[in-house]
């Protein structure tokens, strides 16, 4: 397998197992040791992205995503994805950017904006 395919195959089960809050099950798998996370909303580590994926996973255990899209680009991928907290909700769109040393990722960034269920777009969000 190519490592641009490797790398989002890996990509893929981190942010279904970030959504499923399996993420530390695989942890040592797939977080580089020593990465960065770029999320505001808690402390920098793995280890505090951690506690926040378990802790997301508590609050609503029937959180699902769908992933749009996957590209690849040297050592980045990037996901375009639908987050769902719970069945009927319209959920969010989300993005990930994923760097990655080898076959772990080392760096990532994310950003998301919900859905508007009433939105005059008629291409909707996705």
Known sequence: MMLDELRKKL????????A?????QAATRLLAPGGIHHDWRFPAGW???????AEAHRISPERRIEIKHLLSDDDFVIGHVHVV???????AV??????F??????????AGQAVQADSPNI????
């Open 123 to 126: 291409h909707g969000a996705f």
């Open 101 to 110: 040393e080898g076959e772990r990722i080392a760096e990532m960034w994310a």
């Open 11 to 18: 990509a893929a089960e981190f942010m279904q197992r970030t």
């Open 85 to 91: 907290q719970r069945p009927g909700d319209p959920g």
């Open 47 to 53: 280890d505090s992205f951690l506690s926040a994926v």
């Open 94 to 99: 989300g993005f990930f950017l994923l760097r």
């Open 20 to 24: 499923d809050g399996t993420l530390a």
